[in-house]
């Protein structure tokens, strides 16, 4: 079974507007962390939002949050009144401390912000 | 500050040729890691380490070899170069812990003809 499963292969939103993109995760440790990531054409991995498996609230970084949803297994990204900039490759990943923290990735979802 | 450095940006092999692809990173971590990326899949392990002298496989590692002998670098040797090993390829670095961030190198783009 896939670790990340991120669903949208491709996502388009209007700019100014919000868009959620989808992550669920596969585990049984108790102990893991949440991450993600911003690739744009360039190549680069940007580091965007991390999420601890105890963490009590959604994280949140500037006009990025992340819904976390513990017994559901997701950590779903959303990215508020989006930009042309915000036009890339986004990856969710998962540290696990069983799997001597590697860090997991899913296919990743491209997002196309339009004018 | 220089964070991850990976070293070549770009490089054409031809099959059957061997190459190191360098990492060093300046932040002390103990944790290293090589990532490849094809389209469509993700980004894959295929070695890392968590410290000096102890190096352990990920999820790709056939036909590449690792060793870190410093904390500072750790080099990706690939044995004899195939079609298959073309790929994006990125070095990272990060403290031990399910909860700290990864830092990437800016990725090594190889070719193999």
């Known amino acids: 079974a896939q670790k990340i499963t991120q669903t949208q292969p491709g996502m388009f939103v209007q700019e100014k507007e919000a868009v959620t993109l989808d992550c669920t995760y596969d585990t049984s440790d108790p102990s893991y962390g949440l991450f993600w990531y911003k690739q744009p054409s360039s190549g680069e991995m940007i580091f965007l939002i991390y999420?601890?498996?105890?963490?009590?609230q959604n994280a949140t970084e500037g006009r990025y949050s992340l819904n976390f949803q513990k017994a559901r297994k997701s950590a779903n990204l959303v990215i508020s009144a989006s930009q042309l900039g915000d036009s890339a490759m986004y990856f969710c990943a998962m540290r696990e401390r069983g799997s001597n923290y590697k860090l997991t990735f899913g296919k990743g979802t491209l997002l196309t912000v339009n004018p | 500050n220089a964070g991850v450095t990976q070293t070549p940006k770009f490089q054409v092999l031809k099959t059957g040729q061997s190459m190191t692809l360098q990492c060093a990173q300046d932040m002390n971590h103990e944790y290293m890691s090589w990532y490849r990326q094809d389209p469509g899949m993700g980004l894959r392990l295929i070695h890392y380490s968590v410290g000096a002298g102890i190096t352990d496989q990920g999820e790709v590692p056939n036909g590449y070899n690792v060793s870190r002998s410093t904390t500072e670098d750790f080099p990706l040797r690939l044995l004899s170069a195939a079609p298959s090993q073309t790929s994006v390829y990125f070095c990272?670095?990060?403290?031990?812990?399910?909860?700290?961030?990864?830092?990437f190198g800016e990725g090594s783009w190889l070719t193999v003809v």
């Open positions: 990272a670095s990060s403290e031990g812990g399910s909860g700290n961030t990864i830092y």
């Open positions: 999420q601890g498996s105890y963490d009590q």
